[in-house]
């Protein structure tokens, strides 16, 4: 079983940054794609971004120019820096992970959720 693990959220002021880490554990033998998502107060989950391994990196178009994806494949570990953070950022953001593990199986796993808000 994979397990994630979020840090990094918190409350921050418009303008500021923050930047988001979730590392996964387990028997993981690759990881094809690893992502970002969403959830607003009221709201359902949305993307954010994804980055798959080897293949271009997607974001929503609410964070282009703001937000920066990377991972490191050596660590299982996925960033989010969220710059120009603005009220309408403030969600319960999830980590995604999607791969195989060394008995070839597929998982599929999120993390527990880190809140973020921006606040003045």
């Known amino acids: 079983q994979v397990q994630l693990v979020e840090s990094g959220g918190g409350l921050v002021q418009p303008g500021g940054s923050l930047r988001l880490s979730c590392a996964a554990s387990g028997s993981i033998f690759n990881i094809a794609v690893m992502g970002w998502y969403r959830q607003a107060p009221g709201k359902q989950r949305e993307f954010v971004a994804t980055i798959p391994n080897g293949r271009s990196i997607n974001y929503a178009d609410s964070v282009k120019g703001r937000f920066t994806i990377s991972r490191d494949n050596a660590k299982n570990t996925v960033y989010l820096q969220m710059n120009n953070l603005k009220p309408e950022d403030t969600a319960v953001y999830y980590c995604?992970?999607?791969?195989?593990?060394?008995?070839?199986?597929?998982?599929?796993?999120w993390g527990q959720g880190t809140q973020v808000k921006v606040s003045s």
């Open positions: 995604n992970m999607v791969g195989r593990d060394y008995e070839s199986r597929f998982f599929n796993s």
